[in-house]
């Protein structure tokens, strides 16, 4: 067994060297290496990563590669693992994290039980605690559904009380079990899937990558598993912001989750889950007008306009372009 630990770098040098004090112990183990991938850092991630890795003297335990664009999350990763297939041929699973966490607890010998050989296993996450506060936050997921968006959209209770596998965030679990997908932020991977299904999809620049290769990893038959035994301390959104209250976000947010539902639904699943989203968001503003406890003070600025009016744009470009080409 050899792990290869991925992290990806994009102007968060000062949190990955946190991350990397963290997965020392397991460093001194000559079957763990780290490749950390810095996504054309506009900043000095770069001298401030190699200072670190020449001071510590950690140059046989660690990979800085300098690639020549930001090419999002998953570009740096498959860059990352390319790179290991090549170098490490003897590698045989993926740990890929985010430089913005501190690994609280991880048993080497518990992974490879999961991924031991012949394994259907394809996928393992891990638990998060919050960075600021240490509470155990959600990193177990179901599937996302143009039905689900309807859901989603009102922010209802008792509609996620009848229809549980709906509600996409989980609690955090205490024991293992299996799922449907699990956060990007620290999840390991079976070379056997990426044999089987590939990289991850560089069309998703930031956001759905995670559940798209988790979606892929199901429909061939790869189990995703979670164990809180793997626990992480999670500082979430550091370099982007999405998540923040109030915060306007970005387009690559948007146009991801539109990728996603074209790329396993269709055109008319995302349609579908547009107008269920839409439908459901009005219930929700219209119980706040009503004042029946529906808080939307933590809704990004301009959710609702820049999630319809995008998608149709895009929906509108796609349809008049295969017009024109028919």
Not at 199 to 204: A, C, G, I, P, R
Request: glycine fraction near 6%.
């Amino acid at each position: 067994m050899q792990i290869i630990i991925v992290i990806v770098n994009y102007k968060t040098a000062d949190l990955l060297l946190q991350c990397l004090d963290s997965l020392r112990k397991y460093i001194s183990n000559n079957n763990v290496k780290i490749v950390v991938s810095d996504n054309n850092s506009p900043d000095d991630s770069i001298n401030v990563i190699n200072n670190y890795i020449t001071k510590e003297k950690l140059g046989k335990n660690i990979k800085l590669l300098m690639l020549p664009k930001n090419g999002g999350f998953s570009y740096g990763n498959n860059e990352a693992i390319k790179y290991s297939l090549k170098n490490y041929p003897k590698s045989n699973i993926f740990w890929l994290l985010n430089p913005d966490t501190i690994v609280n607890s991880c048993s080497l010998e518990l992974i490879s039980k999961y991924f031991k050989k012949d394994s259907k296993v394809g996928i393992l996450g891990t638990k998060q605690t919050s960075m600021r506060t240490g509470a155990s936050v959600s990193s177990v997921f179901n599937m996302f559904t143009p039905f689900g968006e309807l859901l989603i959209g009102a922010k209802f209770g008792p509609l996620f009380r009848l229809f549980p596998k709906y509600m996409v965030p989980l609690p955090p679990p205490d024991k293992a079990l299996q799922c449907d997908w699990v956060s990007g932020a620290s999840f390991f991977v079976n070379k056997s899937l990426i044999d089987d299904i590939g990289l991850m999809d560089e069309n998703f620049f930031l956001y759905f990558e995670e559940v798209d290769f988790c979606l892929r990893a199901n429909k061939n038959q790869w189990q995703i598993w979670f164990d809180p035994a793997v626990s992480v301390a999670h500082e979430d959104e550091s370099s982007t912001g999405v998540g923040k209250i109030a915060t306007r976000r970005p387009l690559f947010w948007y146009n991801s989750r539109r990728y996603f539902y074209r790329k396993h639904y269709g055109l008319f699943g995302l349609i579908i889950a547009d107008l269920g989203w839409f439908l459901g968001r009005l219930t929700l503003l219209a119980r706040h007008h009503l004042k029946l406890r529906s808080d939307i003070s933590k809704d990004p600025k301009h959710y609702m306009s820049d999630l319809i009016l995008g998608d149709l744009k895009a929906i509108f470009n796609f349809c008049w372009k295969n017009k024109n080409e028919s």
